[in-house]
């Protein structure tokens, strides 16, 4: 058999062998395309009141609701290892109708913020701004009847954003998918005087089966039906670079897609269209599929993290809001 593969006339590969520069890791290290760094990661942290509380999530092993002074904690450790920067969720201690307690200066993201800050610990300080967390419903916005009133949300939206601005966050995040919203926001900043507070915007946010974890996580699951009237149907990619477009349009410093490993083609449709910033999150539904098969031994968790993160970035996203972002950083130092 050996002899008649030695007669076959097998063409030569020639001088083209991509395979020389994968031959050892120091190599493949050198001429590694997509650089994945802990600095461009943002941890997504969920924080409550008081002090002292630690409310572990069952749906996201490793991590848990904290209380200011503990979610401080954390983040001087996210900034020891160079991640760049966490992104707050607050979960209150009491919800109503209309989600006001999302403006209160004194509530857990504006407590948390202030107590980061005071710090000094060098992160990127970012806010969520919605107000499913915050209403009674569920709803990312105010009710008529049983259908979000886009219009009647804004200045609730723009109020939360001037408070967790003047708390001390660099970024605040809308997230509602309310028509109008980033220009809301600018208008309310700039108003508040608070100009140099940039815009993450949730522009082309999928109504996705993958956020069921974080849904248990903020306590903000709908109480009658879902989303897909204000968030986007997955199956449109035009129409979400339309979104991305008009948030560029009204103000936005950065753009987001969300999920993240769903959207990677829209995500690179974006980089080549779009010169501002580019984020993708890497939803809590998406890294629970990782943890679960690990923890079934299916696949290794760290190098499917990894790959993951790094898939994400060869797309085009500069920054990744992800749960791996400590265990990233630690990864990547090694």
């Not at 900043?189 to 248990?216: V, W």
């Not at 339309?242 to 410093?253: I, P, T």
């Not at 939803?283 to 968790?301: C, F, N, P, Q, Y």
Request: overall charge negative.
């Amino acid at each position: 058999m050996r002899e008649l593969v030695r007669r076959l006339d097998v063409p030569s590969p020639g001088r083209q062998r991509p395979r020389r520069l994968r031959s050892s890791d120091p190599l493949r290290r050198l001429v590694r395309e997509t650089r994945l760094t802990p600095g461009q990661l943002l941890a997504p942290v969920f924080v409550v009141s008081g002090t002292g509380r630690r409310e572990p999530i069952t749906s996201l092993p490793g991590h848990a609701r904290l209380s200011a002074d503990l979610a401080t904690e954390l983040a001087a450790e996210l900034a020891r290892l160079g991640v760049g920067g966490i992104l707050l969720f607050g979960i209150p201690d009491e919800k109503d109708p209309e989600g006001r307690a999302a403006a209160d200066p004194s509530g857990p993201v504006c407590a948390t913020l202030r107590q980061i800050r005071s710090a000094g610990l060098g992160l990127v300080l970012a806010a969520d701004v919605c107000l499913c967390e915050y209403t009674t419903h569920g709803h990312c916005g105010v009710l008529r009847g049983e259908q979000v009133d886009n219009d009647a949300t804004l200045p609730l939206l723009a109020e939360a954003a001037v408070a967790y601005a003047e708390a001390g966050a660099d970024v605040v995040g809308p997230s509602a998918m309310m028509d109008g919203q980033v220009a809301a926001l600018r208008a309310g900043l700039d108003q508040a005087g608070r100009t140099e507070t940039a815009i993450m915007a949730y522009a082309s946010k999928a109504a996705s089966y993958l956020y069921g974890p974080f849904r248990e996580a903020a306590g903000s699951a709908p109480s009658f039906g879902d989303r897909r009237g204000y968030q986007m149907d997955p199956a449109n990619g035009r129409e979400a670079l339309r979104e991305l477009q008009l948030d560029a349009d009204e103000g936005a410093d950065i753009l987001m897609v969300k999920p993240a490993l769903t959207s990677l083609d829209l995500l690179a449709r974006a980089r080549d269209r779009f010169d501002l910033p580019l984020a993708a999150y890497n939803v809590s539904g998406e890294v629970a599929m990782i943890e679960a098969a690990a923890e079934r031994g299916w696949l290794d968790r760290r190098g499917a993290a990894l790959e993951c993160l790094t898939a994400i970035a060869r797309a085009g996203a500069d920054v990744i809001i992800t749960y791996f972002a400590a265990d990233a950083a630690r990864w990547l130092a090694e």
